[in-house]
């Protein structure tokens, strides 16, 4: 089927669409966590619209998924206040119980969080047009970084239940936490990126408000009574709204310890530099991000074509880790761009919960021109759209669009286009490749194909102090979780794994005496008679 009848039967009739994928009722919530209690809001809500039209009698209407509440300054300050009265200046009964037993609130939590996953990923598809199969992974993924993470918890208590002697001084180092967290995820992974924050925050014992995303808001309604029910009043606590109203207050407070954010570099500047007390606010961030994919002569170009088409164009495009410009050899441009026009004309576009749809439409507003006026930029600066069909559109539907040659002018050569369109720069010299990446003002990631050991060597040498990852024949990805996600330069702060984000969430405590036999009876006497939580040698199995 050409695009043109793929884009003039895009969207679907209500009756076209499966049962179990229909959109129910319009959700109208009122619902925010505070203190252990849903609360309702009386005031003004934000409409939930999806990217996704029905055709109404041959008409494109937007689907209205529903609404969430707008809260002002005044009362997202009331769900810090829960989060600061539940830590308690470090003595409430979250951040000084024991490992074992926050273990057992967060396997809860994960427990009801399981018995959502269709109400979500249901969601997931309807707020962001994530495919079935992407929504399905991001639920599961998330629960299986729970478990990952719970279990890095364990070893990591079991190393603290053991003293040290150093210089005859007997001591013990346990992480404790930090404080209040505040929580903000992105919209491309409203749930897995926002909960690998969470949930390590919450398990070392901080405080948590949450605020989610700007886009896919309505999917963690399903888990606000898990949240309720499984952790004490105040140590989780979910607000909404703008956060140009909300969380400048949280954050001009001053009560804010840790600043976990996923977004743009500009707005987690912003929003730090309202804390009065910078010293004190220890930041988790990932950001922006311009990956490279770079094609060398000597490559295996099959491979290289299916990670490049994955990598550019995986949930269109939108995630952080995206190949957002590719690299390629003049020797091997010809071919590349044959195979990979080849490989991108049989991804199928179309409504997320259809099988095998890899191309689905997209959530922010005003994306679609956006996208137009980048590959117009281009395209009078000499590039043209080489893909058939490139550019095209209907409603919040994008078909992506291969530019060629793309030259430093262009405004794709440097923004973050963070949907489906690929430029594509051919190169003679390599030290313009080399160059891009040292002067980009973004650090996360490259992709290398090659096969010569000694260029792949060498440019491994030369992008190690650049990026948080070289990929090499492998596009970029976050995964596995174990592994350390960062950035450097406007890309990131901190770094996050299931093992970085426990010690990102907290700090370590030392407990020291000189070892000597008054004070080794005192340390006994606590231990035997389990006079304190963190002077103990128990150990989790
Ligand atoms: O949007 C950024 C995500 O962390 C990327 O994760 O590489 O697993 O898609 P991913």
């Given at each position: 089927m050409s695009t043109q009848n793929i884009l003039s039967t895009l969207f679907p009739a209500l009756a076209d669409i499966p049962e179990p994928y229909r959109p129910g009722e319009p959700i109208e919530q009122r619902e925010y966590l505070v203190e252990g209690t849903l609360r309702t809001w009386n005031g003004p809500l934000a409409a939930v619209r999806s990217p996704v039209y029905l055709d109404v009698?041959?008409?494109?209407?937007?689907?209205?998924?529903?609404?969430?509440?707008?809260?002002?300054?005044?009362?997202?300050?009331?769900?810090?206040?829960?989060?600061?009265?539940?830590?308690?200046r470090g003595q409430g009964s979250w951040p000084t119980m024991r490992v074992a037993e926050r273990i057992q609130h967060v396997e809860a939590f994960l427990g009801r969080m399981?018995?959502?996953?269709?109400?979500?990923?249901?969601?997931?598809?309807?707020?962001?047009?994530?495919?079935?199969?992407?929504?399905?992974?991001?639920?599961?993924?998330?629960?299986?970084?729970?478990?990952?993470?719970?279990?890095?918890?364990?070893?990591?208590?079991?190393?603290?239940?053991?003293?040290?002697?150093?210089?005859?001084t007997l001591g013990q180092i346990r992480r404790v936490p930090l404080g209040v967290a505040l929580c903000m995820g992105p919209y491309n992974y409203?749930?897995?990126?926002?909960f690998t924050t969470l949930i390590?925050?919450?398990?070392?014992?901080?405080?948590?408000?949450?605020?989610?995303?700007?886009?896919?808001?309505?999917?963690?309604?399903?888990?606000?009574?898990?949240?309720?029910?499984?952790?004490?009043?105040?140590?989780i606590n979910v607000i909404y709204g703008s956060g140009r109203e909300t969380v400048s207050a949280l954050m001009a407070s001053g009560k804010i310890d840790i600043f976990a954010f996923i977004g743009t570099n500009k707005a987690a500047s912003d929003l730090k530099k309202l804390h009065p007390k910078p010293h004190r606010l220890r930041a988790a961030l990932g950001l922006d991000a311009k990956n490279p994919g770079i094609v060398l002569p000597e490559?295996?170009?099959?491979?290289?074509?299916?990670?490049?088409?994955?990598?550019?164009?995986?949930?269109?495009?939108?995630?952080?880790?995206?190949?957002?410009?590719?690299?390629?050899?003049?020797?091997?441009?010809?071919?590349?761009?044959?195979?990979?026009?080849?490989?991108?004309?049989?991804?199928?576009?179309?409504m997320p919960w259809e099988n095998g749809v890899a191309l689905t439409p997209l959530p922010e507003s005003g994306k679609v021109d956006y996208l137009h006026g980048l590959m117009d930029d281009a395209v009078r600066k000499g590039a043209k759209v080489i893909n058939t069909h490139g550019g095209q559109?209907?409603?919040?539907?994008?078909?992506?669009?291969?530019?060629?040659?793309?030259?430093?002018?262009?405004?794709?050569?440097?923004?973050?286009?963070?949907?489906?369109?690929?430029?594509?720069?051919p190169?003679?010299?390599?030290?313009?490749?080399?160059?891009?990446?040292?002067?980009?003002?973004?650090?996360?990631?490259?992709?290398?194909?090659?096969?010569?050991?000694?260029?792949?060597?060498?440019?491994v040498d030369t992008f190690a102090n650049q990026v948080g990852r070289i990929n090499i024949n492998a596009q970029c990805q976050r995964g596995p979780d174990t592994f350390p996600f960062n950035g450097r330069k406007n890309s990131a702060e901190g770094t996050l794994s299931v093992h970085d984000a426990l010690?990102?969430?907290?700090?370590?405590?030392?407990?020291?005496?000189?070892?000597?036999?008054?004070?080794?009876?005192?340390?006994?006497?606590?231990?035997?008679?389990?006079?304190?939580?963190f002077l103990t040698t128990d150990y989790i199995f």
């Open positions: 009698d041959g008409v494109d209407e937007q689907v209205i998924l529903g609404s969430t509440p707008l809260l002002d300054a005044e009362t997202a300050l009331t769900a810090l206040d829960a989060a600061v009265r539940a830590y308690d399981r018995e959502q996953r269709t109400a979500v990923v249901k969601l997931l598809m309807w707020e962001i047009g994530k495919n079935l199969k992407d929504s399905e992974k991001e639920f599961d993924r998330t629960c299986d970084y729970i478990v990952d993470t719970i279990n890095a918890l364990k070893e990591l208590d079991r190393r603290s239940s053991r003293f040290e002697l150093e210089q005859d409203p749930l897995n990126e926002t390590p925050a919450l398990i070392m014992g901080n405080t948590v408000v949450f605020k989610p995303a700007k886009l896919g808001v309505l999917l963690i309604r399903p888990l606000l009574e898990a949240f309720r029910d499984s952790f004490p009043a105040g140590v490559v295996d170009l099959d491979n290289a074509v299916n990670e490049a088409v994955t990598g550019s164009l995986s949930f269109n495009g939108q995630r952080c880790t995206a190949l957002k410009i590719l690299f390629v050899h003049e020797e091997v441009v010809d071919r590349f761009i044959e195979k990979f026009n080849h490989k991108l004309a049989t991804l199928k576009p179309g559109a209907r409603g919040s539907f994008f078909y992506p669009a291969v530019l060629y040659p793309v030259t430093t002018d262009m405004r794709v050569y440097q923004e973050e286009q963070f949907g489906p369109v690929v430029p594509i720069v190169y003679r010299d390599l030290d313009t490749v080399i160059d891009y990446v040292l002067e980009s003002d973004f650090g996360q990631q490259l992709s290398l194909f090659g096969t010569n050991a000694a260029e792949v060597g060498r440019l010690r990102t969430f907290s700090i370590r405590t030392l407990v020291a005496t000189k070892f000597q036999e008054s004070n080794k009876t005192l340390i006994s006497d606590i231990i035997r008679g389990r006079e304190s939580s």
